[in-house]
């Protein structure tokens, strides 16, 4: 729909995406306007700041339920816990374990990577609902429902704005009586803050060559519940991780269970997003991870209340695209701050946020927005302890390339080395040709025509529930009369390849039932059950011939998370 009329709005800088970093980096960008305006006689002037969100509300897309590291939040709002933020206690108790089929193998210490003594278990969704009036009342334009579909770029290239999601398209692609053309909002500068995978992001990085010489991003996907526990089971602040079951010697992860108020228990695998089966199904190992007799003793008696999903960007340093550009800048999960040794991201996320806004305050200042001025991003980054934290891991995830073992080896190496590790800087290829094909596993189809499919999951009910079940538990809400926001590009390549080659992964990586296999004529497709998805983006990037684009749906629509 290139040539309808559409309103325009103009702002000063939009931030794209309403997470931890861009609301720290709007909210932290109108304390330095201001401060600026009251000593220098109203200098800058009135500006306008805007976040867009594609949620139905700021908060409800938001997933982490985290150990946080507060002082980026110290350093925003030096009185936070005086203004009631959400955390639900500071860490108080702490286990590792390794974990067998049956046993639970405690580690007499706490690995000083995962010692989280002063860090706060928090939900970032409590976390984001809270900050996101705040923001408000500072003088940021927050609105919701607003998905940005496109970049725009002026004729030298420079990227100028956003075009948002057009609203009341048909399924069949026509406007519907209620069409609302998309606004191209124009800004000096964009922030990019979508979180993991951004569909913008992508686009970009793709576009201007951002990530040339970088490790492609690898990514995890995390899984989790919240659970309603008997009074008083629950610990605040009890913070457990865990290693080994159920998932295989060559798949990154590990489990985590942290302590909530009320009774309530946050629990969740995080499966590497590398894996080589192509029937490995995070969701399923989610369940056998509750049916450990370790775990399932916790959740006895309990009842599972939320569910969610989320890809976590894993790469680190050595994948971090160029963040800054002509006009634009890149924060938080979208542009790799996270420090997944210590599976963080909040901090990381605010803290660039907060060094986005500096920057951008000394663009308004010298009134120029190229790459020349932004590029101050980069020293300031450089200069802050989130650098330093990244540099120190920057290996992490690629000592597990070759399992379990020799990643536990090779990243105690980096431990005293500072992130050096026993080999230097560890260069890895993207997560999705890790796949190997079916064959390799033995699976082969007997005659023409059949499909070999995984055994369907036994679930109870009351420990370990069907991906349907757990998607109805995320409040996910799509209008089903739109065009679906899951673009398979060649579904061809479904039915004459994947079908024989990798016996269609999507309906197993996805955690939220929205690939299902539908036999056509001349072989088998996934059946695309768009409404069910909660965007975690794991199809955009495990997808073995990378034929998933996800792009945004309709503003408003995703899961509606509640204290994840
Ligand atoms: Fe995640 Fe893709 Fe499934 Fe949506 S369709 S839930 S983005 S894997």
């Known amino acids: 729909m290139e040539n309808i009329e559409r309103d325009t709005l103009e702002v000063d800088v939009l931030f794209v995406g309403a997470g931890p970093a861009s609301l720290a980096g709007a909210f932290h960008l109108r304390q330095l306007i201001n401060k600026h305006n009251e000593e220098h006689n109203n200098a800058l002037g009135e500006l306008t700041i805007a976040v867009i969100e ?24 030096p009185d936070w816990k005086e203004r009631g933020a959400p955390v639900e206690s500071e860490v108080t108790e702490e286990d590792v374990s390794y974990l067998t089929k049956t046993r639970k193998i405690k580690s007499p210490i706490i690995p000083p990577p995962l010692n989280n003594h002063g860090k706060y278990v928090v939900s970032l969704n409590k976390l984001i609902r809270w900050m996101a009036p705040i923001v408000e009342e500072s ?52 922030v990019l803050g979508e979180g993991s995978r951004g569909s913008l992001t992508k686009k970009l990085v793709e576009k201007l060559g951002l990530d040339e010489g970088k490790n492609p991003q690898v990514y995890a996907v995390g899984v989790k519940e919240i659970w309603e526990l008997p009074k008083g089971r629950v610990t605040p602040g009890f913070v457990m991780h865990t290693l080994g ?97 210590k599976l963080k991201g909040i901090h990381m996320a605010m803290k660039s946020g907060m060094l986005a806004a500096e920057t951008i305050f000394e663009a308004l200042l010298a009134d120029k927005f190229d790459e020349a001025q932004l590029k101050a991003f980069d020293a300031k980054v450089k200069a802050s302890y989130i650098h330093k934290e990244l540099h120190e891991v920057r290996n992490f995830h690629q000592a ?26 560890i260069h890895v290829e993207a997560g999705h040709q890790h796949m190997k094909k079916q064959h390799y596993y033995n699976r082969w189809p007997k005659q023409a025509g059949e499909f070999i499919q995984a055994e369907p999951a036994k679930c109870d009910n009351k420990l370990t529930f069907e991906k349907v079940s757990d998607v109805f538990r995320s409040g996910t809400e799509h209008d089903e009369d739109q065009p679906p926001h899951l673009k398979v590009l060649d579904t061809n390549i479904c039915i004459e390849r994947c079908t024989v080659e990798y016996g269609n992964p999507c309906q197993y990586f996805c955690p939220a039932a929205v690939y299902e296999p539908e036999e056509v004529e001349g072989g088998r497709r996934p059946k695309i059950n768009f409404s069910n998805c909660v965007h975690c983006k794991t199809c955009d990037i495990m997808d073995p011939y990378q034929i998933i684009d996800w792009v945004t749906p309709e503003g408003g629509g995703g899961p509606n998370y509640i204290n994840l």
């Open 245 to 341: 079951y159920p998932l295989p010697n060559d798949v990154f992860g590990g489990g985590f269970v942290y302590g909530m108020q009320n009774d309530l228990l946050d629990i969740g695998l995080v499966v590497g997003l590398d894996y080589q089966d192509p029937f490995t199904d995070p969701h399923r190992l989610f369940n056998e991870f509750k049916q450990h007799p370790a775990i399932a003793a916790m959740l006895e008696g309990g009842k599972m209340l939320h569910y969610g999903a989320k890809t976590i960007p894993e790469g680190g340093l050595l994948s971090q695209p160029k963040y800054y550009g002509d006009g634009f800048l890149i924060v938080g999960d979208s542009a790799s701050f996270l420090n997944s040794q």
């Open 54 to 77: 594609k949620g139905r509300e700021v908060g409800s897309h938001m997933i982490s339920g985290a150990v946080m590291d507060a002082r980026p939040l110290t350093e925003l709002m």
């Open 400 to 425: 597990f390339r070759h399992g379990r073992i020799w990643g536990l080896i090779e990243s105690g190496f980096q431990v005293p080395t500072k992130g050096f590790g026993l080999l230097g800087d």
């Open 139 to 190: 003088d940021v334009m927050l609105i919701p429902e607003f998905p940005g579909a496109s970049l725009l770029f002026d004729d030298a290239g420079k990227v100028i704005g956003v075009r948002t999601g057009d609203k009341g398209i048909g399924k069949d692609g026509e406007p519907k009586d209620n069409f609302q053309p998309g606004a191209d909002i124009f800004a000096k500068v964009t």
